[in-house]
């Protein structure tokens, strides 16, 4: 049984910083790209960052660039969203996902994880 987990989440002030933590189990976490997704109220959802499956590949959304950062413990089937400085353009729900493939070929996702950044 596949299982997603985001946690980490909450509500700061302008200039604050959150990290997010995504666990999960039940597919082969350690040969997978993962990413974060944001999505805002009445907005789309939008790529965030992208980490491939060892860890040496990172990619961001251009606004977010030099503020969070994406990294992946693969022993803990865990990966993490640095947030700093926050912004209230950041308010979002934010969704870890896997890689998909043939079988799964939208991966899979978690339930999402509030974040909240307040002027």
């Known amino acids: 049984q596949v299982q997603i987990a985001e946690s980490g989440g909450g509500s700061v002030q302008s200039g604050g910083s959150l990290t997010l933590s995504c666990t999960a189990s039940?597919?082969?976490?350690?040969?997978?790209?993962m990413f974060w997704y944001r999505q805002a109220p009445d907005k789309d959802r939008e790529l965030v960052a992208r980490i491939n499956s060892d860890g040496t590949f990172t990619k961001y959304k251009d606004s977010v660039k030099g503020r969070f950062t994406i990294s992946r413990d693969n022993a803990k089937n865990t990966i993490y969203l640095q947030m700093n400085s926050l912004i209230p353009e950041d308010t979002a729900v934010y969704y870890c996902a896997s890689e998909g493939d043939r079988d799964h070929p939208f991966g899979f996702w978690g339930q999402g994880t509030q974040v909240t950044v307040s002027s």
């Open positions: 039940g597919f082969p976490f350690n040969s997978k790209d």
